[in-house]
């Protein structure tokens, strides 16, 4: 079955410098979703990437999905604290089932 | 705005007994889903359900699990007989209709714990 490897697996950073994650399948993906969870929260849907080369931006956080559809990337520019959690990358699938990667914990440093 | 409630909170059970974890999905939603989340670990898929009948349930997903929608607002995940390595915590999620289906809504989740 499907599966999206994600890296790094953590990141600390101080406040006001960038980060990003990336998920990475070894097939092409109909589409790739991103979620964020605050420590001891639930997952919050972020946003749905469908399209080749596709870039989205939601104030500070910039999505993109590869030419080939096989891997994409979440940068966030000048973090906040706000902003700690895990995100996750995911796919949704035809049947209704969503699979998750294994998240980037990010820690943000005042 | 609306949102997917979880009851209880945390569930504390003994290996072997059966366990209910209810979720009452957003009004007009159409898709209902169970996840869960071991501590620490990514979210693993349970299974989807629409129009009263399961649509797609991962491996995890064995005969000691069922799901149920009882009534026009609740939807339940039972484990029959619980065992050690169910100890995690339980997301409910719903989704809409008409092209946002896949925009899901995860709610605060129940803890359950096996002893």
């Known amino acids: 079955g499907q599966q999206v490897m994600q890296i790094p697996q953590y990141q600390h950073v101080q406040e006001g410098e960038d980060f990003t994650t990336y998920c990475n399948s070894s097939?092409?993906?109909?589409?790739i979703q991103w979620y964020k969870q605050r420590p001891g929260g639930h997952p919050v849907f972020l946003i749905q990437l469908v399209k080749s080369g596709e870039v989205k931006k939601q104030k500070r956080l910039t999505f993109q999905f590869g030419e080939a559809k096989k891997n994409s990337s979440l940068h966030i520019t000048a973090t906040q604290t706000t902003d700690v959690g895990t995100y996750f990358c995911a796919v949704f699938t035809g049947g209704f089932k969503t699979i998750f990667g294994a998240g980037t914990r990010l820690f943000v440093k005042a | 705005e609306p949102e997917v409630t979880q009851t209880p909170s945390h569930q504390v059970t003994q290996m072997g007994q059966e366990v209910i974890l209810r979720c009452v999905p957003i009004?007009?939603?159409?898709?209902f889903y169970w996840y869960r989340q071991i501590l620490g670990q990514k979210v693993e898929f349970l299974v989807s359900?629409?129009?009263?009948?399961?649509?797609?349930k991962s491996e995890i997903f064995d005969d000691q699990f069922s799901v149920e929608r009882p009534d026009g607002s609740n939807f339940t995940l039972k484990i029959r007989s619980t065992k050690l390595e169910d100890s995690a915590m339980y997301f409910c999620a719903s989704s809409g209709a008409q092209g946002l289906h896949y925009e899901q809504y995860f709610g605060p989740g129940t803890r359950l714990t096996v002893t």
């Open positions: 009004s007009n939603h159409l898709y």
């Open positions: 097939t092409t993906l109909s589409n």
């Open positions: 359900f629409y129009n009263n009948e399961i649509s797609e």
